[in-house]
């Protein structure tokens, strides 16, 4: 069924770099919720991997000294959902991955896999880029940090050098406190489904201000996205429904979203706006604010 010529297994993020040096074709495989339908695909690409599922150093959410929430790359989505932590610090992420596949993948793929694959639609992104999400990458020369914002180079490509493996995702104590979020994920179906648009929002309010807002999706471009005009736009600006038509509004500036099989770009653009609404309103309740 799979053409598979090599699987090796690693038992240490260390030796998964040694096993990608010393295979140069081999391609890192976790949960195997994308790589093994491309093997079945036939994709020649997969057919030596590296095997990181069993590795337990990257299986943890801990609070780091200076109170960054830091998430192993191979954490899958039924333990993110779980966890105390993102529970009570950073809820929006448990909505995206509540929204992600159906039981049985969120138990297999990993928050990892879901970023590595460079696509567009991943539940996990918008979330992750609205909280200024740092990615710690180790390879051959050590181990370097880059803002999710950068990591990815375009469709399908990230910015992952030769012999790297994502290890965790840091997000810093100014990120996440006192920041109120919410995530939606519009799909054909409420199960199973690949998002029509994910809209994730982030923001912060004092007296009845909003101080910092950010605002992402995934399906809206070529890869999950900020909407920095937006952004500018409406920081400092009072809380009041008109300011959710204006974001809408200026939201359709800031994307690109394209017409497929699953829907056409002006439908995307009408659902962009609409969501840009919803989550920016769920957000506010959650900060307490009444207009
Ligand atoms: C039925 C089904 C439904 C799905 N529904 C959704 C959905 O609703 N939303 C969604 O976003 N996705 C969905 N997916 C896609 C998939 O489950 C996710 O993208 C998942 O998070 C991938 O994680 P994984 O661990 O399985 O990755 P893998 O398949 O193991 O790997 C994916 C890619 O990432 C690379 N990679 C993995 N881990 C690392 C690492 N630590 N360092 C460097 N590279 C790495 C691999 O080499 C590969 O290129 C679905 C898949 C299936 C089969």
Not at 81 to 94: A, G, R, T
Not at 224 to 246: F, G, Q, Y
């Amino acid at each position: 069924m799979f053409d598979l010529k090599k699987n090796i297994k690693a038992e240490t993020v260390d030796k998964a770099i040694k096993h990608l040096a010393e295979n140069p074709d081999a391609k890192l495989i976790a949960g195997g919720t994308d790589v093994l339908i491309k093997l079945r695909q036939g994709k020649s690409e997969y057919c030596e991997l590296v095997d990181i599922h069993d590795i337990d150093e990257l299986k943890f959410i801990r609070i780091d000294d200076d109170k960054s929430i830091v998430i192993g790359s191979g954490m899958v989505f039924s333990k993110i959902i779980e966890s105390d932590i993102i529970k009570k610090h950073i809820p929006m992420l448990c909505e995206a991955a509540e929204s992600l596949g159906g039981p049985q993948v969120r138990n297999m793929a990993t928050i990892g896999g879901n970023i590595c694959n460079g696509v567009t639609s991943a539940d996990s992104a918008s979330s992750l880029f609205t909280l200024n999400a740092i990615l710690i990458l180790k390879g051959e020369d050590g181990t370097r940090e880059i803002p999710i914002s950068d990591f990815y180079l375009g469709p399908g490509r990230v910015d992952l050098k030769k012999c790297e493996v994502l290890t965790a995702f840091k997000i810093t104590h100014d990120n996440y406190q006192g920041y109120f979020g919410h995530y939606y994920k519009y799909a054909m179906r409420d199960a199973m489904d690949i998002a029509t648009i994910g809209c994730a929002v982030c923001l912060k309010t004092k007296n009845g201000i909003l101080k910092d807002y950010r605002i992402a999706y995934g399906v809206a471009g070529p890869v999950p996205m900020r909407c920095r005009e937006t952004e500018k736009t409406v920081i400092n600006k009072k809380v009041s429904k008109d300011l959710l038509d204006e974001i809408a509004k200026t939201v359709e500036k800031d994307v690109n979203p394209r017409t497929s099989w699953r829907a056409s770009r002006e439908f995307r653009i009408n659902i962009i706006k609409e969501l840009s609404k919803r989550a920016t309103k769920k957000a506010l309740k959650r900060a307490g604010e009444k207009f």
